[in-house]
């Protein structure tokens, strides 16, 4: 859901090529659900981005992601607006360091 039909990226590109930093999706995507299925309680059991794989850069910089930060604050309103009509029952957000999952 990256573009529309007109071909117009709506959203910054992660690392993958596939992957765009869309938040407002998870919004839209969380009120149909409520809608189509009487909403029910609603488990978000992955959320997060990926980056360029750099285990070279200093510690310090690791630690200053600007765009990880960027993406988890809008996903994080996002599902905050949602939630005001919606049942969010729980966000289980992954991220990897060094080769290590940090739930």
């Known amino acids: ?9 709506i959203g ?7 992957l765009y930093i869309v938040p407002w999706g998870i919004r ?12 029910p309680p609603i488990y978000v ?4 981005m990926d980056d ?3 285990d070279t850069s200093p510690l310090h910089e690791m630690l200053d992601d600007k ?3 960027g993406y988890f604050k809008g996903y994080l309103a996002a599902v905050a ?9 729980s966000i289980l957000s992954q991220i990897h360091v060094s080769h290590v999952l940090v739930f």
């Open 1 to 9: 859901i990256a573009e529309p039909e007109g071909g117009e990226v």
């Open 12 to 18: 910054e590109k992660a690392a993958s090529p596939w």
């Open 28 to 39: 839209k995507v969380l009120n149909y659900i409520a809608q189509r299925y009487n909403n």
């Open 45 to 48: 059991t992955e959320n997060g």
């Open 52 to 54: 360029e794989d750099n």
């Open 67 to 69: 765009m990880r930060v």
């Open 81 to 89: 607006q949602a939630i005001k009509w919606v049942t969010v029952t």
